[in-house]
Nanobody, 125 residues
């Protein structure tokens, strides 16, 4: 019903910036809340940021707050993550996730119905 494709990952040095994109393809599914999660080797997938359809609700994990900016374009069914001042600990596979509802449990993995395949972000000197 919904296909998500992430892009924009790559290798960057600490302190550099990188922007990720998530394109959602759907026919009748309402793309409500959209979120970015990430998973580093040996660690559980963790919440990064999310944004409601109206963009009124925007939340960030404490680890990225002040450095990352999430945005979306409903006309394109796309979501973006602009990452600034990247740190080695930001290294992970970044996943795009969506659900029809806008509110509640926005940081929980199990509440998102659709996921992309992920894009690798490596921050290293």
């Amino acid at each position: 019903q919904v296909k998500l494709v992430e892009s924009g990952g790559g290798l960057v040095q600490p302190g550099y910036s990188l922007s990720l994109s998530c394109a959602a393809s759907t026919d009748s599914f309402r793309v409500g809340m959209m979120a970015w999660f990430r998973q580093a080797p040996g660690k559980e997938r963790e919440f990064v940021a999310c944004i409601s359809r109206s963009t009124v609700v925007i939340e960030y994990a404490d680890s990225v707050k002040g450095r990352f900016i999430i945005s979306r374009d409903n006309a394109k069914n796309s979501m973006y993550l602009h990452m600034n001042n990247l740190k080695p600990e930001d290294t992970a596979v970044y996943y795009c996730a969506v659900r029809s509802a806008d509110n509640s449990n926005v940081r929980l993995r199990d509440d998102y119905a659709y996921w992309g395949q992920g894009t690798q972000v490596t921050v290293s000197s």
